[in-house]
Structures are given as structure tokens and as C-alpha cells.
């Protein structure tokens, strides 16, 4: 490659590296597998570089290998008995109402954690909607189908997130059986 086209991909993988990153944690629950999804991704777009340049919109395409990696994974029966594990959270700043950072890092696992029953596509789509802020039709390009398989991908996990986070309500924790 030209050293001007890898200096270009070198300036877009800094930009992007971390955005990927996050995106690809959303997908998969796993900041271990979203970095291993990045750097597969960054690997095929250097292969193909100077196509996609040419072409533009690079992130998207991103956005999409990323999708398409992860589907791989899901689909690798090695992967299927594997269970994630938490991560240590990190220090609490003085200035944060606790309470109330709490209640949200709570919400924001318990949902977390309740994505990860829904079907690979189905949180893709969820994903990609409501975190990633896509339309319809940019999120149909990405996963390569119809607008209305969007449609009915996100009405389908909406209803099963629902399912799934008031039988995690209604389920006993740890915390709530020592009180």
C-alpha cells in the first residue's frame, strides 16, 4: 500500500478504534471479544483500503464488518458454551450522586445483561436502532435485509427484552434473599 493511503487508514483507525470498540461490546457483552472483533475488522478494511477510500463513507462500512464479524463468532459452535464473567467496575467519582449513578449502572447492566438472551440478530438490530441512533434503512444496509425485517427484527426483540428483564425483576438476587 502507498504511504500516503496507509497513513490515511492510520489516522482512521485512531479516530475510530474506540467507537468500534464500544459498538462491538454492545453486540457482544465481552470487552475481550469486542477487541478482538475490532481488530478483525481493521484487518479486512487494510486489505481493502483503497477501494473503501475511494468509495467513502468508511465508517459505515466499518460498522458493518463489525456486525458481520460478530455474526462469525455466533455462529462458531466453540463459542456457543462460553459464558462471559463482570468486569471490576472502577473507582466512583467524589462529585457523582452515588445513588443515583448506582441506580443507572444498574439499569444499564441489568439491560446489558438482558440482551445477551435475545438472537445475535435481534440485539444487532437493537444495537445498531437505539445505541449506534441509526434509522431504519441505514440499519437494513448494515445487516444486509429488508427494511421491514428491521421492523419486525426490532419489534420481536423489544418484546423479548421486555420478557426477559421482568423475569429478572421478578427473580430473586443475591442482594435481595441476604436482606
Same mark, same amino acid.
Given at each position: 500500500m502507498k504511504a500516503d493511503l496507509e497513513a490515511q487508514f492510520q489516522h482512521f483507525a485512531e479516530q475510530q478504534v474506540l467507537a468500534l470498540r464500544r459498538f462491538a461490546y454492545l453486540l457482544c457483552a465481552d470487552w475481550h471479544l469486542a477487541e478482538d472483533l475490532v481488530q478483525t475488522t481493521l484487518l479486512k478494511l487494510y486489505r481493502t483500503w483503497p477501494k473503501l477510500h475511494r468509495r467513502g463513507n468508511v465508517s459505515k462500512y466499518a =460498522?458493518? +464488518?463489525v456486525v458481520n464479524c460478530w455474526l462469525d463468532e455466533k455462529r462458531r459452535p466453540w463459542r =456457543? $458454551? *462460553?459464558s462471559g464473567h463482570g468486569e471490576? /467496575?472502577?473507582? +466512583? #467519582? /467524589?462529585?457523582? #450522586? %452515588?445513588? %443515583? +449513578?448506582? *441506580? =443507572?449502572l444498574a439499569n444499564r447492566e441489568r439491560?446489558? =445483561?438482558g440482551m445477551t438472551e435475545l438472537a445475535p440478530r435481534q440485539r444487532a438490530v437493537l444495537v445498531l436502532?437505539?445505541? *449506534?441512533?441509526? $434509522?431504519?434503512?441505514e440499519a437494513a444496509e448494515i445487516l444486509q435485509c429488508s427494511e421491514g425485517n428491521v421492523k419486525s427484527q426490532q419489534s420481536r426483540a423489544l418484546a423479548r427484552l421486555r420478557e426477559v428483564l421482568d423475569r429478572m425483576e421478578s427473580t430473586p438476587t443475591l442482594a435481595r434473599r441476604a436482606s
Open positions: =460498522r458493518k +464488518a =456457543r $458454551s *462460553e471490576v /467496575p472502577d473507582r +466512583a #467519582d /467524589p462529585n457523582v #450522586d %452515588l445513588d %443515583l +449513578a448506582g *441506580e =443507572r439491560v446489558l =445483561r436502532r437505539f445505541w *449506534e441512533d441509526l $434509522s431504519i434503512t
